[in-house]
Structure formats: structure tokens, C-alpha cells
């Protein structure tokens, strides 16, 4: 079992920053778990951010995002990351992490097998 708590988030200005966090306990990093982003959106469907191989070497965006968002892990305190850049108000919505055990169908949410709550990014224009 995996637990995933993100934070983070937060109000922030069009063309601001902010970074996120999502810290891991129980099973985790030693399974080598990749880790993803998703958002929410209101009256959205949950969409595909980023995500990252368990070693870190592979990454892989949406093109909402790719040159504005970086993704990143830190296994030794169990720690994925997703700097952000350049905000848009688009970019407003909930943002949850999540764990699969491979890097295959990675922008599937329905291929993840634990989720963190979310952590609120709202970007004011």
C-alpha cells in the first residue's frame, strides 16, 4: 500500500510560479513506483500533467505544459515534484499525484494504482 499526500498549491498570479510536492510513505520507492501529475478541472475531466520514470532518467508531458512544467523525484525522501511556470489561468484546477508500478500508458489515470487527495492551484488573471 501507498499513501500520497500533495501540497503546495496555492493563489497565484498569470505568469507566476509555484511548486508542488506529493511525499510517498508505505511501499513506495523501493517498489519503483513511476509517478505522475494529473489536474482537474471544474466540469472537467481528469487530464494527464507529467510524469516520471522510477529512476528519474525519463519524463514525459502533455503539450499543455511541456516548457513551462518540470517534473522531478527525489527517491531518497520519497518526493515527487512538479515545478511550475509561467501560469496561465487555464492551468487553474485541482492537482492529484499518483503511483503505477511501470512507465507504460502513462498519461492513462485509469492505469495508476494509488492517488494522493490533491492540492488546489488557482491562477488569477
Known amino acids: 500500500q501507498v499513501q500520497l499526500v500533495e501540497s503546495g498549491g496555492g493563489l497565484v498570479q498569470a505568469g507566476g510560479s509555484l511548486r508542488l510536492s506529493c511525499a510517498a510513505s508505505?511501499?513506495?520507492?523501493?517498489?519503483?513506483?513511476?509517478m505522475g501529475w494529473f489536474r482537474q478541472a471544474p466540469g472537467k475531466e481528469r487530464e494527464f500533467v507529467a510524469a516520471?520514470?522510477?529512476?528519474?532518467?525519463?519524463?514525459y508531458y502533455a503539450d499543455s505544459v511541456r516548457g513551462r512544467f518540470t517534473i522531478s523525484r527525489d527517491n531518497a525522501k520519497n518526493t515527487v515534484f512538479l515545478q511550475m511556470k509561467s501560469l496561465k489561468a487555464e492551468d487553474t484546477a485541482v492537482y492529484y499525484c499518483?503511483?503505477?508500478?511501470?512507465?507504460?500508458?502513462?498519461?492513462?489515470?485509469?492505469?495508476?494504482?494509488?492517488w494522493g487527495q490533491g492540492t488546489q492551484v488557482t491562477v488569477s488573471s
Open positions: 499518483a503511483a503505477k508500478r511501470s512507465f507504460i500508458s502513462i498519461r492513462a489515470a485509469r492505469e495508476y494504482d494509488y
Open positions: 508505505g511501499r513506495t520507492f523501493s517498489s519503483r513506483y513511476a
Open positions: 516520471i520514470s522510477w529512476s528519474g532518467d525519463s519524463t
